[in-house]
């Protein structure tokens, strides 16, 4: 693109050849009339005017140097009126010479300056022609022309103002263009930059997002691990209690609490299930295997049944079909189950109405997916909440972690490669899980 800078370099270019070349004319002339000028008035004169332009051409060139682009052109221009307009005044207005110079002063205003430039020479030099003329015709001045078969007349010189109004015409047009495309190059140049800068912000504020969620998601890595490692203690734990939780039943066994015991002790194999899971995946062991969907969302529902109870809520589940086998792992999928539904409890124990009490679990095996429906009627869920519902450490419940339903999502994206959503509908809360049948990695 053509910079203001680079711009002036051009013109500083164009004049230093025009103050080289003209001083070359002028050292050139000095030398001619110093060996065939003779001593008379007339070689005095020519030298004394020669001396004057190089001078004149030197302080030019000092001020290009001091990068006085415009004073410079003016002078370059003012210099070569005034010598067409000395020999037009000393030989007529038909001399050769003397109208070239004054085209070159057309071209060059219309270079050096600007398009409108041109015209103003061109205008200039015509009226120097009709002052020229004037002077003849009326006595006052009587150029030699001798060399000329015929005398001047305003014709001649109207003639000629018409042939440089013609010239500067075409420099106008031409310069005008140039200018044009040059102010069109700095209006996209401005507009590249101000898209650059606003792109550059964009790019910061993006990057400074992304360092944002980047350290979010450092600090929610960094609490997990911390959990992680207290889950690995508590499972420790619970696993020794389990085992001792386990001898007392035995020893406690007897007639009168034989359903209650079986109860517990159904519970803790439960619970035993769990930890071997937890354990196996501990250790990068996966515990993939066939079971029923249908036996272990129930078995879920009955571990689940005496909170329900104690908040007076009742469970429906009611399969429509017998049995689905899946294979993955149990107790993840278990943890899934379990999880929804003691949300689903929670939320309609708050319940006055005895109808919204209740918690339906629904299972449709449909093509190469298997959906199950967890519903509940309690409190319900806002849309505010249910942008967050699945992000970690947010809870509805006073009491809650804001873990439950962020590992259910986990584990049913991550494990078994399915969805789950939040129905839409605002009269009821209900979770819907998608598992493709095939969901190998």
């Not at 001078?55 to 682009?69: F, K, M, P, V």
């Not at 015209?119 to 200039?124: G, H, V």
């Not at 550059?200 to 960094?222: C, F, I, S």
Request: hydrophobic residues 45%; glycine residues 6%.
């Amino acid at each position: 693109m053509l910079k203001k800078s680079q711009y002036n370099s051009v013109v500083a270019s164009i004049c230093k050849v025009v103050i080289f070349g003209t001083l070359f004319i002028v050292s050139a002339s000095t030398l001619l009339l110093i060996y065939f000028g003779g001593e008379n008035a007339y070689t005095s004169s020519c030298l004394l005017a020669c001396g004057l332009a190089f001078l004149y051409l030197l302080g030019t060139y000092r001020l290009l140097q001091r990068y006085y682009y415009n004073p410079v052109a003016y002078l370059l221009l003012l210099l070569y009126i005034l010598i067409a307009s000395s020999i037009v005044a000393a030989w007529g207005i038909s001399t050769p010479i003397g109208l070239l110079l004054f085209a070159l002063v057309i071209i060059l205003a219309g270079i050096l300056l600007t398009a409108r430039s041109a015209l103003y020479a061109a205008i200039l030099s015509g009226l120097i022609l009709v002052g020229m003329q004037t002077t003849t015709y009326l006595g006052w001045h009587q150029p030699d022309t001798s060399w000329m078969t015929n005398d001047t007349s305003y014709g001649d010189a109207f003639a000629y103002w018409a042939m440089f109004m013609m010239l500067a015409l075409i420099s106008w047009l031409y310069t005008r263009e140039m200018e044009r495309s040059l102010a069109r190059v700095r209006r996209t140049e401005a507009a590249l930059l101000q898209q650059k800068a606003t792109l550059k912000m964009q790019v910061k504020e993006r990057t400074r997002d992304l360092r944002r969620v980047q350290l979010e998601e450092m600090r929610h890595m960094y609490h997990f691990a911390g959990l992680g490692q207290l889950g690995v203690t508590l499972l420790h734990d619970l696993a020794n209690h389990l085992t001792a939780l386990t001898l007392s039943i035995e020893d406690l066994r007897d007639d009168a609490h034989s359903k209650e015991i079986g109860r517990a002790q159904q519970i803790i194999r439960y619970l035993g299930d769990v930890v071997e899971s937890t354990r196996q995946r501990l250790h990068g062991e996966p515990h993939k295997q066939t079971f029923d969907i249908v036996r272990k969302i129930g078995e879920t529902i009955d571990f689940l049944h005496y909170k329900a109870a104690q908040n007076l809520v009742e469970i429906e589940w009611q399969p429509l079909v017998k049995s689905c086998k899946y294979t993955g792992d149990p107790e993840s999928f278990g943890q899934i189950i379990a999880i929804l539904v003691n949300n689903a409890i929670d939320a309609s124990s708050h319940s006055d109405s005895s109808n919204a009490r209740r918690v339906a679990v629904a299972l449709k095996s449909k093509g190469s997916d298997i959906t199950i429906h967890v519903s509940d009627w309690g409190k319900g869920i806002t849309k505010n909440r249910r942008k967050k519902l699945f992000t970690p450490h947010y809870s509805t419940k006073k009491s809650g972690l804001g873990l439950g339903l962020y590992i259910t999502k986990q584990i049913v994206e991550m494990e078994f490669l399915g969805t789950i959503v939040l129905h839409p509908s605002s009269d009821h809360t209900e979770f819907i899980i998608k598992l493709p049948r095939n969901h190998e990695k």
